[in-house]
């Protein structure tokens, strides 16, 4: 089946750490992966995607690269900062049936001044 | 710019009631779904459609009906609450399913079953 799998949270930081968020999947053939953004009391947000394999996606100084050896996705960026801090969710659309997505449970992360 | 637009924001229901949670998008979106989301569980789907009249169900379609009469609304419903349907929904649009890859969710309906 298909399936997402995210690190637990909370991830707490400091201002400027380096950030990863590791993904990996489950899925027949290759996905699409994405990753979501969720801030306090709002709805999720496309924060970046891949749709094939060694693709890397980025917004917002955020990074993540498609691996198909080692099925991940995970997610970086260099210098977080307190308005970073947020719900982040990776998600797979599968291959055969791009009308469905997967979530995985999502990672919580709080960015300290 | 409206997007998606949710209601109601909160409900508490008790147990066996019906209701409709309500969800409109004014981008022309062909593709609408609705999905759950439980701590711990990240979000699951639970129905979707592809367009006016047609509609599939997802990952967790048990106790919810929906239907689309218009390309801009997509309601679900729940016919007899159940305590385990306490839960955030959030209703969710797209030009092309995984084709664009971005869905655009609404802020969600916090529901409480008693």
């Known amino acids: 089946g298909n399936s997402v799998t995210q690190m637990e949270g909370p991830v707490t930081l400091s201002e400027e750490a380096f950030l990863t968020i590791n993904c990996t999947y489950t899925a027949t053939g290759y996905p699409s992966l994405f990753w979501y953004v969720q801030y306090p009391g709002e709805g999720l947000q496309l924060l970046l995607k891949a749709t094939k394999a060694d693709d890397k996606g980025s917004n917002k100084g955020f990074e993540a690269t498609y691996r198909k050896e080692t099925t991940s996705f995970h997610l970086e960026k260099g210098s977080v900062q307190v308005s970073d801090s947020a719900v982040y969710f990776c998600?797979?659309?599968?291959?055969?049936?791009?009308?469905?997505?997967?979530f995985g449970s999502g990672t919580k992360l709080n960015v300290k001044p | 710019n409206a997007g998606v637009t949710q209601t109601p924001k909160f409900q508490v229901l008790k147990t066996g009631q019906s209701m409709t949670l309500q969800c409109a998008q004014d981008?022309?979106?062909?593709?609408m779904s609705w999905y759950r989301q439980d701590p711990g569980m990240g979000l699951r789907l639970i129905h979707y459609s592809v367009g006016a009249g047609i509609t599939d169900q997802g990952e967790v379609p048990n106790g919810y009906n929906v239907s689309r009469s218009t390309t801009e609304d997509f309601p679900l419903r729940l016919l007899s609450a159940a305590p385990s349907q306490t839960s955030v929904y959030f209703c969710?649009?797209?030009?092309?399913?995984?084709?664009?890859?971005?869905?655009?969710f609404g802020e969600g309906s916090r529901l409480t079953v008693l």
């Open positions: 969710a649009s797209s030009s092309g399913g995984a084709l664009s890859g971005e869905l655009f």
């Open positions: 981008m022309n979106h062909e593709y």
């Open positions: 998600a797979l659309s599968p291959l055969y049936n791009f009308n469905k997505f997967y």
